[in-house]
C-alpha cells in the first residue's frame, strides 16, 4: 500500500480514533441521580413495565426506552447499568461521526475538512463532558435530527423523495419523543428543507411520517391503558407546575448561568460556527447547513422562553449543530487560506488543527483530569473492577453501597422499597421501586401528589423507607402526614448522616 493511501486512511479513521479514546474515559464514571433514576426506568421496561403506568417521571419517555435499550443490548454482557449506557452512547456517536464524514464531505469546499466532524461533534461533547451531564435527554436526539436534516435537505439541486420525506418526518418527532417542549425544533428544520426542496405544497410525506411516528407513539401508550398518564407529563403538568412548584420558577438568572456554562465550554468552537456563518456564502446556499443554523437559534430560543427550567445540560441540545457548524466555519476559512497559499495540503491540515485547539482549554480542565484518574485505577485493579473506580471518584457509591448492605443480606426483609432521595440507592441496594411516582423529585411534585402520598404509601407498603436526610425537610413541609403515618407503622432500622432507615413493622 502506498504511503498516500496511509495518509489519507489515517486522516480519515484518526478523528473517530480519537473520539474513542475521549468517550472511553467516561464508560467507567458515576451516574449521578438523574442517570440513576433513567437506569432504573429503563429496567422496569426491560422487565415489563409501561412508563407512567407502572413507572413515573417528569421527564419524556425517550430517554427511558434509551436507556432500557442500552441496558437490554449491552447490559447481560457488562458489569454495570453505567458501563452499558456509557458504552451504548459512545457507539450511536461514533456512528454519528462517520455519517457527517460522508455527508459533509460532499458539501465541503475543501472535502478533507469532512473528516474533523467526529472531533466537532461527539470529540466536543466529551471533551466538555461531566458526570452531570452525560446521557441527559438533551444529548441524546442530537444524531436522529442529524439524520433527519440529512435526509429532507435537497442533493445537488435535486428534491428528496417521498420515502426520505416520510423518514425525515418520523425521525423529527422523535426529538419530541425525547423533548417535547423542542418540538419547534424539527418543524423549523424540515420546513426549511421543503421550502428549499419541492416546496411547502409537497411536503404531505413529512407531515405524514412526523405525525405517524407520533401516532403510533400515542396508539403505544393508550393500548398499555397509559394515554392519560402521556397527557399528564407532557401537557397536563408543566401547565401546573408553572404555577405551584417554587422550584420550577428560578427566573432568568439559572438561564444566564447555564448559557455562561455552555459558552465556556463550547466557545472557541461557536466562534467557528460563527465565522463560517458570517463568511460561507456556501452555507446560505447548503440547505442542511441552514437546518443546523436553524437547529441552534430555535433550541436556543426555546431555551430562552423556559428560562425557569433551564439548567446547564439542557444546553447539551446544541452540541450537534454547534460542531456541524463549527466545521463549515474552518472550511469557509480554508477557501480563503487555499487562495492565497502555494501549500495547498498544509491550508487543510491547519484549518483542522484549529477544531483541535478550539477544544484544548476543555481538554486540559475537564477530560485529562478524568483520564488520569480512570489510568490510575487501571493501572492498579485491571479493567475488570470499575465499582471501585466510582467510589474512589464518587463518595456517593460508597456511602451509598454501605448504607444498603443489609438490604443484600439474607436476614433483610424481602420485596421492593421506597427511597425519598438518590435512585442510586435502589441501583446499589438491587431492589425495585415499590411506588409508581419515583422518590428522586418531590420537590417539583404539585399539591395532589402530596396529598395521595400517605394513601399511596399504605396501599403499596414497601418493606423499608428510607428519608434522605436532605429530604426530610421537605417532607416536613409539604407533608408531615407521611412522616406521622412511618411512624405509626414503620421503625427505624437504621439511621446516618445520609438519611434515616424505615422497617415495615408488620414484616
Known amino acids: 500500500m502506498s504511503s498516500s493511501k496511509l495518509r489519507s486512511i489515517g486522516w480519515w479513521t484518526l478523528p473517530s480514533l480519537a473520539v474513542a479514546v475521549l468517550g472511553i474515559v467516561h464508560v467507567p464514571g458515576p451516574f449521578t441521580g438523574d442517570q440513576s433514576l433513567y437506569a432504573l426506568a429503563g429496567q422496569a421496561i426491560l422487565d415489563g413495565a409501561t412508563m407512567y403506568r407502572d413507572f413515573g417521571d417528569i421527564k419524556h419517555p425517550g430517554v427511558h426506552g434509551y436507556y432500557a435499550v442500552a441496558q437490554g443490548l449491552?447490559?447481560?454482557?457488562?458489569?454495570?447499568?453505567?458501563?452499558?449506557?456509557?458504552?451504548?452512547?459512545?457507539?450511536?456517536?461514533?456512528?454519528?461521526?462517520?455519517?457527517?464524514?460522508?455527508?459533509?464531505?460532499?458539501?465541503?469546499?475543501?472535502?478533507?475538512?469532512?473528516?474533523?466532524?467526529?472531533?466537532?461533534?461527539?470529540?466536543?461533547?466529551?471533551?466538555?463532558?461531566?458526570?452531570?451531564?452525560l446521557t441527559q435527554p438533551e444529548a441524546l436526539p442530537g444524531p436522529l435530527l442529524c439524520v433527519a436534516a440529512w435526509l429532507a435537505a435537497p442533493r445537488a439541486g435535486v428534491a428528496a423523495g417521498p420515502a426520505r420525506f416520510v423518514a425525515a418526518g418520523a425521525l423529527g418527532a422523535t426529538a419530541i419523543v425525547f423533548q417535547g417542549h423542542m418540538v419547534a425544533v424539527p418543524i423549523v428544520m424540515l420546513t426549511v428543507a421543503c421550502v428549499r426542496g419541492a416546496g411547502l405544497r409537497q411536503a404531505a410525506p413529512v407531515v405524514a411520517g412526523f405525525f405517524g411516528l407520533l401516532g403510533a407513539f400515542v396508539l403505544f401508550f393508550a393500548l398499555q391503558g397509559a394515554a392519560g398518564a402521556l397527557w399528564e407529563v407532557y401537557l397536563a403538568y408543566p401547565l401546573a407546575a408553572g404555577q405551584e412548584v417554587p422550584a420550577e420558577r428560578q427566573g432568568f438568572a439559572r438561564f444566564r448561568d447555564s448559557l455562561v456554562s455552555y459558552l465556556r465550554a463550547f466557545g472557541p468552537l461557536l466562534l467557528l460556527a460563527a465565522g463560517g456563518l458570517l463568511r460561507g456564502r456556501r452555507i446560505?446556499?447548503?440547505?442542511?447547513?441552514?437546518?443546523?443554523?436553524?437547529?441552534?437559534?430555535?433550541?436556543?430560543?426555546?431555551?430562552?422562553?423556559?428560562?425557569?427550567?433551564?439548567?446547564?445540560?439542557?444546553?447539551?441540545?446544541?452540541?450537534?449543530?454547534?460542531?456541524?457548524?463549527?466545521?463549515?466555519?474552518?472550511?469557509?476559512?480554508?477557501?480563503?487560506?487555499?487562495?492565497?497559499?502555494?501549500?495547498?495540503?498544509?491550508?487543510?491540515?491547519?484549518?483542522?488543527?484549529?477544531?483541535?485547539?478550539?477544544?484544548?482549554?476543555?481538554?486540559?480542565?475537564?477530560?485529562?483530569?478524568?483520564?488520569?484518574?480512570?489510568?490510575?485505577?487501571?493501572?492498579?485493579?485491571?479493567?475488570?473492577?470499575?465499582?471501585?473506580?466510582?467510589?474512589?471518584?464518587?463518595?456517593?457509591?460508597?456511602?451509598?453501597?454501605?448504607?444498603?448492605?443489609?438490604?443484600?443480606?439474607?436476614?433483610?426483609?424481602?420485596?421492593?422499597?421506597?427511597?425519598?432521595?438518590?435512585?442510586?440507592?435502589?441501583?446499589?441496594?438491587?431492589?425495585?421501586?415499590?411506588?409508581?411516582?419515583?422518590?428522586?423529585?418531590?420537590?417539583?411534585?404539585?399539591?395532589?401528589?402530596?396529598?395521595?402520598?400517605?394513601?399511596?404509601?399504605?396501599?403499596?407498603?414497601?418493606?423499608?423507607?428510607?428519608?434522605?436526610?436532605?429530604?426530610?425537610?421537605?417532607?416536613?413541609?409539604?407533608?408531615?402526614?407521611?412522616?406521622?403515618?412511618?411512624?405509626?407503622?414503620?421503625?427505624?432500622?437504621?439511621?446516618?448522616?445520609?438519611?434515616?432507615?424505615?422497617?415495615?413493622?408488620?414484616?
Open 74 to 133: 449491552l447490559g447481560w454482557a457488562l458489569p454495570s447499568a453505567e458501563v452499558a449506557v456509557r458504552l451504548f452512547e459512545l457507539g450511536v456517536l461514533l456512528g454519528l461521526g462517520l455519517f457527517l464524514q460522508a455527508v459533509l464531505r460532499a458539501r465541503l469546499a475543501v472535502p478533507a475538512l469532512a473528516a474533523m466532524a467526529p472531533i466537532a461533534t461527539a470529540g466536543a461533547y466529551y471533551a466538555t463532558a461531566t458526570s452531570w451531564g
Open 284 to 507: 446560505g446556499r447548503d440547505t442542511f447547513a441552514a437546518q443546523h443554523a436553524l437547529w441552534g437559534l430555535t433550541a436556543l430560543v426555546t431555551l430562552l422562553l423556559e428560562s425557569r427550567t433551564s439548567w446547564p445540560f439542557h444546553f447539551l441540545y446544541l452540541f450537534v449543530p454547534t460542531g456541524v457548524l463549527a466545521v463549515y466555519g474552518v472550511d469557509a476559512l480554508a477557501q480563503i487560506l487555499r487562495q492565497r497559499a502555494r501549500a495547498q495540503r498544509l491550508v487543510a491540515v491547519g484549518a483542522a488543527a484549529l477544531i483541535v485547539g478550539a477544544l484544548a482549554p476543555a481538554l486540559a480542565v475537564k477530560w485529562t483530569p478524568t483520564a488520569a484518574a480512570v489510568a490510575r485505577h487501571v493501572a492498579s485493579h485491571g479493567v475488570g473492577d470499575f465499582a471501585s473506580y466510582r467510589e474512589a471518584v464518587d463518595l456517593r457509591y460508597r456511602r451509598i453501597g454501605e448504607a444498603t448492605a443489609f438490604l443484600r443480606d439474607d436476614a433483610a426483609t424481602p420485596g421492593p422499597i421506597y427511597v425519598f432521595g438518590d435512585p442510586l440507592y435502589y441501583l446499589l441496594g438491587d431492589r425495585e421501586q415499590a411506588l409508581v411516582r419515583n422518590g428522586w423529585g418531590w420537590e417539583v411534585a404539585l399539591r395532589r401528589h402530596w396529598e395521595a402520598l400517605p394513601r399511596t404509601l399504605q396501599a403499596r407498603r414497601p418493606a423499608y423507607v428510607l428519608v434522605a436526610a436532605d429530604a426530610r425537610p421537605l417532607i416536613e413541609a409539604r407533608s408531615p402526614e407521611t412522616l406521622a403515618w412511618l411512624a405509626s407503622n414503620f421503625e427505624v432500622r437504621q439511621s446516618d448522616a445520609l438519611g434515616t432507615w424505615y422497617a415495615d413493622r408488620e414484616r
